[in-house]
């Protein structure tokens, strides 16, 4: 398991510092690195974040103004030279805050604590999450949609990829996309459906998936731009 992270922080300095830490965790993965929360709000419509480095003090839009404009919940660390700010950056329900500068020892406790939280809420989810049925060697067996990497066209078959492993159903694309939920999956390409969830980035002809590139047509590309945004 790792977290997709960004790193949030006007100065070149610690900038470096927390990306450095990032870098060197195994458990983590740098999405990118910003000085300004208007770019990493970019960044956060094509790409998957769990986790935000974040300082406060910042120019034309400071952290907590930054926190206000997320639509989505995520885990925050408050990385900050000012104290006084604690108080305040409670209301976030922060995962941690940490005092510059920052340690090797502070930032490991830090992380431990998003992994945790992580792992308890991916529980929570596996229990209660969205899921469909399908029949695979003829077992009939339930899988969360959340894990759902991309369905690919395969002869008379479809085969579903997940996070852990391939199953070859009896079905056609058109039968099988009317199954999921269409905020969360789109077809890309005539032999291709997505979990937009799982998008890493993407060009005018390949979206990008972990190691894997997925064909994009041309006459889909707008509509992946547009859910997107909307996401």
């Known amino acids: 398991m790792k977290l997709n992270c960004l790193v949030i922080e006007d100065?070149?300095?610690?900038?470096?510092?927390?990306?450095k830490l990032v870098n060197n965790n195994p458990q983590l993965h740098l999405v990118g690195e910003f000085s300004n929360a208007i770019e990493a709000r970019n960044c956060m419509k094509i790409h998957d974040v769990d986790l935000i480095f974040l300082d406060i003090e910042m120019p034309i839009i400071n952290?907590?103004?930054f926190l206000e404009g997320l639509k989505k919940k995520l885990q925050i660390i408050f990385v900050t030279a000012k104290a006084e700010?604690?108080?305040?950056?409670?209301?976030?329900?922060?995962?941690?805050?940490?005092k510059k500068p920052v340690t090797l020892n502070r930032f490991e406790i830090a992380v431990n604590r998003a992994l945790y939280l992580h792992q308890l809420e991916h529980n929570i989810k596996e229990e209660t999450g969205e899921h469909i049925y399908i029949?695979?060697?003829?077992?009939?067996?339930?899988?969360?949609?959340?894990?759902?990497?991309?369905i690919e066209a395969f002869g008379d078959y479809v085969k579903v990829v997940t996070?852990?492993?391939?199953?070859?159903?009896?079905?056609?694309?058109?039968s099988f996309e009317a199954n999921l939920n269409q905020d969360k999956f789109i077809r890309v390409h005539k032999s291709y459906i997505i979990n937009i969830d799982k998008i890493e980035r993407y060009n005018s002809k390949f979206i990008e998936i972990k190691t894997s590139k997925i064909p994009l047509s041309r006459n889909k590309?707008?509509?992946?731009?547009?859910i997107l945004k909307a996401d």
């Open 11 to 19: 100065s070149a300095f610690q900038r470096m510092i927390v990306v």
């Open 85 to 98: 700010y604690a108080l305040r950056a409670f209301d976030y329900s922060p995962t941690d805050y940490i």
């Open 221 to 226: 590309k707008e509509d992946l731009i547009k």
């Open 163 to 174: 996070e852990d492993s391939n199953h070859l159903v009896l079905s056609t694309m058109k």
């Open 135 to 150: 029949k695979s060697n003829l077992k009939k067996l339930k899988i969360f949609t959340a894990k759902i990497k991309w």
């Open 63 to 65: 952290g907590f103004s």
